[in-house]
């Protein structure tokens, strides 16, 4: 093919270096951070023989390869999805075995094609199913009773049918959080007035506590301690524009269900018996599996994360404060996913997400926000500035656990 003037020809094709791109857009778009992503593309470039830089953001990543020619530099969008963490160990292993010179870099790169276009590992009435469970539980955990858990599972039900079925249409999709935030805080209002009252904004936050970008929140704050200057920054306005459009549509809700039913009064929840604490964190994180896309067999670790970082938070802030239990309760939690990596030789993330789930500060966000819209700026604000300060602690405790037991793999 004859060159056109002033336009340069195609570079040829390095299999190398186009698994370093596959690699880098498949991790992007099952969510891994900055640090962990750019980390995970030096060690394999380095084994590979090629000197690469890394520059990601959570909707692109540049791949630059040095070579006696000069530098090479590639481009590949990312559409950020959701957490898939059976894809996840698919490509550690992918990564492991190119690496290792068991797969070769064009196999490697066939191989991530095939695994990033499985469809989910669970059905939908599954995954519908986890929503409700799961929201119902989160219920008890924000002060709920029996009326609150049922009210909240039937949120949580419609919102996991929204998730799924706006996500087929691409101009829903862009709908799907602030439909999201209307239909909970709708139907927590309407359900009020039937039940006999009970407390709406806890079954409202919890019916939709899915969606709320605590843990893009934190990864965000991750991201900004460890220098990722840019996509700590694109991440965290991505979140606090996910957490406005989300109450947005929560405050149109709320005014919706008082215009339809009139204000409810607020009745105190019915306490509880204890073993309700444990069996609602036992099968909540049981659902986590399939909400995480995980293998059922990898469960008995999510279950462990949500023991270890429920009750390590509790116990931490009634001896030591809010702030210092929940770096205390991050700390484990990352020390035990740097262990859980280093003994079974699997990703850290695989414990570290269902752990991190019970400590980032999304419903306080939203609670924020609610207090903010509501005129209740100085309460807002102490509640923003917890929300802050719960995010930095579990930012340092991740970090201090990473010198309590190094991470021997780089995810």
């Not at 700390?331 to 699997?346: H, I, K, Q, W």
């Not at 719960?390 to 405790?397: D, E, H, L, P, S």
Request: aromatic share 8%; net charge neutral.
């Amino acid at each position: 093919m004859t060159p056109i003037a002033g336009i340069s020809p195609p570079r040829p094709e390095e299999p190398r270096a186009r698994f370093l791109l596959e690699l880098a857009r498949a991790l992007g778009t099952y969510g891994t951070s900055a640090n962990r992503l750019e980390e995970v593309v030096a060690v394999c470039a380095d084994d590979l023989g090629l000197r690469a830089q890394t520059f990601s953001t959570p909707t692109s990543v540049f791949v630059s390869v040095e070579s006696e020619h000069g530098f090479s530099t590639y481009l590949a969008r990312i559409v950020p999805g959701e957490v898939n963490l059976c894809k996840m160990m698919q490509i550690d292993r992918i990564f492991n075995q190119v690496i290792e010179n068991t797969l070769t870099p064009d196999d490697g790169v066939r191989e991530i094609k095939r695994v990033v276009q499985l469809p989910n590992s669970y059905p939908s009435w599954m995954i519908i199913s986890s929503f409700l469970i799961v929201s119902s539980c989160v219920s008890y955990f924000l002060g709920g009773g029996p009326k609150e858990m049922a009210a909240s599972g039937l949120v949580g039900f419609v919102v996991g049918i929204l998730v799924l079925f706006t996500g087929r249409n691409r101009e829903f999709s862009r709908l799907m959080e602030f439909l999201s935030g209307f239909m909970a805080a709708l139907l927590a209002g309407v359900l009020a007035a039937p039940m006999g009252g009970f407390m709406p904004a806890v079954v409202a936050i919890s019916g939709m506590i899915i969606l709320l970008p605590g843990l893009t929140f934190t990864i965000a704050m991750v991201e900004l301690a460890t220098k990722h200057v840019v996509s700590g920054t694109a991440r965290l306005a991505g979140a606090v524009m996910v957490l406005l459009v989300i109450g947005f549509g929560f405050v149109i809700g709320q005014r919706t269900a008082e215009l339809l039913v009139g204000t409810v009064e607020t009745v105190a929840a019915t306490r509880m018996d204890w073993y309700v604490e444990p069996t609602a964190i036992l099968i909540s994180t049981i659902c986590m599996t399939i909400l995480f896309q995980a293998n059922f067999r990898h469960a008995w670790v999510m279950v462990f994360a949500g023991f270890l970082s429920f009750y390590s938070a509790r116990y931490g802030s009634s001896l030591l404060g809010t702030e210092v239990g929940t770096l205390a309760a991050a700390v484990a939690v990352g020390s035990a996913s740097n262990l859980y990596a280093r003994t079974f030789d699997r990703p850290a993330l695989t414990l570290m997400l269902p752990g991190l789930l019970m400590l980032v500060p999304g419903s306080l966000g939203l609670k924020s926000l609610q207090l903010f819209l509501d005129n209740n700026t100085v309460t807002g604000v102490q509640s923003t500035f917890t929300v802050v300060i719960v995010a930095v602690a579990i930012v340092v405790g991740l970090l201090l656990a990473n010198v309590v037991i190094p991470p021997r793999k780089v995810l």
